[in-house]
């Protein structure tokens, strides 16, 4: 178990590069957002079924260990839900930059609850995260407008449950003998609330229901179950206050550079100081 325990960072790697391509990816204009929770959801049932094999089907049916992994992924999923909400009513450059700090409710409960301490280099790479996430959440700013003041309201709802899913996922990895009883019971709750995302969904307009919609969507959102499932991992071995700013952080590091490829999309300067401050995250908290 010892030598596990230094698998975090690993684990946290592949997070950030599946959500960092899932990122890239994911803005489909032509397919409905509630419906791409729906497909997300459903893309969690392979990852799941890999989990139920790695543990030969024996998944942790105790009370304790069901209501916190139904926890974390009601956190996660009624986050999401939200966000959508949040999204109809705000413009996404005043919506993303108030829930991109979420980690620092992690980070705040984590060391008051569970204890976790970093070093100092530790400390630094936490605040560059941190840099490097509203470096991130400013570039993207349009001319959208401001249809309700709710937007804050449901804006606020996402920073504070995607804030406690973290701090709540390590609590169930320090309950739980197995991180893939966790991973299942996420999945489980996010596709209890498949009927809400539906009922969002406004039907009255055209939907793509070719390749170029739900089948795409598929590929794209299994990155983000595959992230998710190793973040679980890396949340088990690792730290909770440094994961969480790690993986957000650094994930659109692997977005930008795939944009540039791709489009040949230059990054902007925030977008540029934000890179130079998630490498520099990753080589500080790598030592921790």
Request: some cysteine; glycine content about 8%.
């Amino acid at each position: 178990m010892a030598e596990k325990k230094h698998n975090w960072l690993l684990y946290a790697l592949v997070t950030m590069v599946t959500w960092g391509v899932w990122g890239a990816f994911s803005d489909q204009p032509d397919y409905p957002a509630t419906l791409t929770y729906v497909v997300w959801a459903i893309s969690m049932i392979p990852c799941a079924l890999v989990a139920l094999a790695n543990i030969k089907w024996k998944l942790d049916v105790r009370k304790k260990s069901v209501l916190l992994g139904m926890g974390v992924g009601l956190l996660g999923a009624g986050g999401q839900l939200a966000l959508f909400q949040a999204l109809r009513f705000g413009p996404g450059y005043l919506v993303i930059p108030m829930i991109s700090v979420a980690p620092i409710i992690t980070v705040i409960l984590s060391g008051v609850f569970l204890k976790e301490r970093v070093s100092r280099l530790g400390g630094v790479g936490i605040a560059l995260a941190f840099v490097a996430l509203v470096c991130f959440s400013l570039s993207g700013k349009s001319d959208e407008a401001v249809t309700s003041w709710l937007w804050i309201l449901f804006a606020a709802v996402v920073f504070v449950t995607w804030g406690i899913q973290a701090f709540v996922m390590k609590l169930a990895n320090n309950y739980s003998p197995d991180a893939e009883s966790i991973f299942v019971y996420m999945t489980i709750s996010g596709l209890v609330l498949i009927p809400a995302a539906l009922a969002m969904t406004d039907f009255s307009v055209p939907i793509n229901h070719g390749w170029s919609g739900p089948g795409f969507t598929f590929c794209v959102q299994i990155l983000n179950a595959i992230g998710a499932f190793a973040l679980v991992y890396a949340n088990r071995y690792g730290k909770a206050m440094v994961v969480a700013p790690l993986g957000d952080a650094c994930a659109p590091v692997i977005s930008c550079i795939i944009s540039f490829v791709l489009y040949a999309h230059f990054p902007s300067v925030p977008q540029i100081i934000g890179i130079a401050a998630a490498i520099s995250c990753v080589l500080l908290l790598s030592r921790e």
